[in-house]
């Protein structure tokens, strides 16, 4: 049983907790909104809902401490979380009692983020305190979650570049070396990720039959506090086998010919593994911005977006939903997943419509 108290300029709740312990909430304005509160505990404790307010005093700090013992995640997830945590979440909330951070703090807090930061990263960070607060509520401290369906973006997201195939073949004789180059087509006629290629090793890679396989072990290269270590790639779904046009398996078997001794497909200029940052300063954004005989190519494209541009061109060549997801290495959710499934036929004439791409560019190999 609940009731409601005039004290003071204002109004009380008070109730009995499991224990038999009388337990006050105060600082309510009026008798309206304590009657209110009085029906939730109520209606909470019928149904088996209520959660003892005083677990909801756990400091936030002390909750994530106990969370990311029994939370286990790669490594490099927890590079992400710690980062997360340690320069946004933890900063604003670790001396806040769980019970404490609403609905509106919390969006008052993704405000003030916005204001450096992008919507992917805001959304990633407040997603993370999501995850957090949730599992809060699957143990009692709290009865609800105050980041659910919690609206962040505006969905006015800029439309990432793509290139077209005589951009990427712009692209391979501006860089400064033909292994370089090499690696820009093959991301751009693959689709693999930045650490799916760096990762490749050549027991992977066969130009026989036209094939790259990603590997669920050690099938990526991960940055994770500045060290460069091979992991799983990033889902489940990104563990596949990728099909090669011919010009591409001609073009890798030369590239292998120039180091028949590396492991890696593609190394950095020592012979090591590739470090985004380097790359992206020595040879990517140089081929972008040309020189007084070629023209610029968008400056504000990312290596990622040869990803996107590989996308565009399955999307134009007509390549069935289904083998686009699984060349991208993304799940094909829904029914259309369960039901959908890839073919040879499809795969021939994907494969071949990349290579007449290729061709229609009048490219020779770089």
């Not at 005083?54 to 994530?64: C, I, M, P, S, Y």
């Not at 980062?83 to 404490?100: D, Q, V």
């Not at 105050?146 to 195939?165: I, S």
């Not at 489940?236 to 010919?257: I, Q």
């Amino acid at each position: 049983m609940a009731w409601a108290e005039k004290r003071n300029d204002g109004f009380r709740v008070r109730y009995r907790l499991p224990d038999g312990s009388l337990f006050t909430e105060n600082g309510f304005a009026s008798r309206e909104e304590a009657e209110n509160r009085v029906r939730d505990v109520e209606s909470d404790q019928r149904r088996g809902r209520f959660v003892d307010p005083r677990l909801a005093q756990t400091l936030f700090g002390d909750w994530v401490r106990e969370w990311v013992q029994a939370h286990d995640v790669s490594a490099v997830t927890w590079a992400t979380y710690d980062s997360h945590l340690r320069n946004h979440i933890l900063p604003r909330f670790a001396g806040t009692e769980l019970g404490e951070l609403s609905r509106m703090v919390v969006k008052v807090w993704a405000k003030q983020l916005r204001r450096s930061l992008g919507e992917r990263s805001v959304a990633d960070i407040v997603g993370l305190l999501s995850r957090i607060l949730g599992e809060a509520v699957d143990e009692g401290l709290i009865g609800s979650n105050p980041c659910r369906k919690l609206r962040l973006t505006t969905g006015d997201h800029p439309e990432r570049p793509h290139a077209t195939a005589t951009q990427i073949a712009g692209l391979t004789v501006r860089v400064a070396s033909p292994d370089n180059a090499a690696l820009i087509v093959t991301a751009a006629y693959t689709g693999l990720r930045w650490g799916e290629l760096t990762g490749l090793q050549w027991s992977r890679v066969d130009t026989g039959i036209g094939e790259i396989r990603v590997d669920a072990k050690d099938g990526a290269l991960h940055e994770v506090g500045g060290r460069l270590t091979l992991g799983p790639p990033k889902t489940p779904a990104s563990v596949r086998v990728v099909h090669l046009p011919p010009f591409l398996a001609e073009l890798l078997d030369a590239h292998h010919d120039r180091h028949p001794d590396a492991r890696f497909v593609f190394t950095g200029p020592d012979g090591g593994f590739h470090r985004r940052s380097n790359f992206r300063r020595r040879a990517w954004l140089p081929a972008l911005r040309g020189d007084t005989n070629r023209p610029r190519i968008d400056p504000d494209m990312h290596f990622h977006d040869l990803r996107h541009t590989h996308k565009t061109w399955l999307i134009e060549d007509g390549v069935p939903e289904v083998l686009q997801h699984k060349r991208i290495g993304h799940k094909f959710r829904g029914v259309m997943g369960v039901y959908s499934h890839v073919t040879e036929p499809m795969i021939e004439a994907m494969i071949a419509g990349l290579q007449r791409r290729w061709e229609q560019t009048g490219s020779t190999n770089p």
